[in-house]
């Protein structure tokens, strides 16, 4: 399809939103991308769609535009399209244009980053900034985890300005342990860092902190073990008992205790 087809199409969805008749300018997006997957013409595609998108979130039509979002990303999965610059590029600017509050955010942030872009960080960053936008902390930080160094900056800011509703104690635990649980390890120090400069948690617990993540960077399970006898991890820190499960199999090869049933007992009798 020509790139004077496109802009005609896109120019009729214009005029569908400035009469706003959305449904009309919905169909009409749909209909014509339908027809070019046909002729797997998919940069003609994404571009239609982008633009459209576009035009419907910034009218505040959040729902048509987000339906057009799932369909880029069905396109980039489907046809193996590449996570760089332009992709990733459309996705973060039609991302923060979606009503952070509407429940469909989770739905493409869920779409983007367990079919197409998996463990990409910028994205990840991008849907951590808009949860956060839509005042959901919970999948703000579960994104921000996974971002990049400015992710860990960000939910350092934010978690200076929590307390002392909440102890600093124990969200510079949750971060820092959210933080190892996805093995990003910069993003604990860039955290630590910044609660540190902030002067709102005491040195003990920095220390602490601190020294937990250099000995999760050793992978020394030794090293660990005796870490962990002159602290009781999952005394001190049992909110966080899956984290530190999940970190000592990852980093130390230690894997939880299982008790045994019956019929195993009885097997190691026979």
């Known amino acids: 399809m020509s790139s004077q087809s496109i802009d005609k199409t896109v120019s009729r969805v214009n005029q569908f939103i400035a009469e706003a008749q959305y449904y009309e300018a919905h169909q009409a997006v749909r209909t014509v991308v339908n027809r070019l997957l046909r002729k797997k013409d998919y940069g003609s595609a994404i571009g239609l769609l982008y633009s459209s998108a576009l035009l419907l979130l910034k009218a505040g039509q959040s729902g048509s535009g987000s339906d057009l979002i799932l369909y880029i ?5 489907d046809a193996k399209i590449k996570v760089d610059g332009p992709s990733k ?51 703000a930080e579960r994104y921000l985890f996974q971002g990049s160094v400015d992710s860990a900056i960000l939910m350092a800011n934010v978690h200076e300005k ?22 990003n ?21 920095l220390d602490l902190m601190r020294m937990f993540v250099e000995t999760c960077q050793t992978k020394d399970a030794q090293l660990y073990k005796r870490f962990t006898q002159i602290l009781d991890l999952k005394s001190t820190f049992g909110d966080f008992s899956g984290a530190i499960q999940v970190i000592e199999k ?21």
């Open 250 to 270: 990852d980093y130390f090869q230690i894997f939880p205790y299982k008790q045994p049933s019956l019929s195993d007992l009885l097997g190691g009798m026979m």
């Open 73 to 77: 990303l069905k396109i980039y999965t």
């Open 162 to 183: 929590l307390q002392p509703q909440i102890p600093i104690d124990h969200l510079m635990a949750r971060a820092v342990f959210g933080y190892l649980a996805v093995q």
């Open 185 to 205: 390890i910069r993003g604990a120090y860039a955290y630590i860092q910044v609660i540190e400069m902030a002067n709102v948690a005491n040195a003990d617990s």
């Open 89 to 139: 590029g459309r996705i973060a600017e039609l991302v923060y244009q979606v009503d952070p509050t509407d429940t469909v955010l989770k739905q493409i942030a869920m779409q983007t980053m367990r079919s197409w872009a998996v463990g990409e960080a910028d994205l990840s960053h991008v849907f951590g900034v808009q949860f956060l936008r839509g005042g959901n902390l919970v999948d």
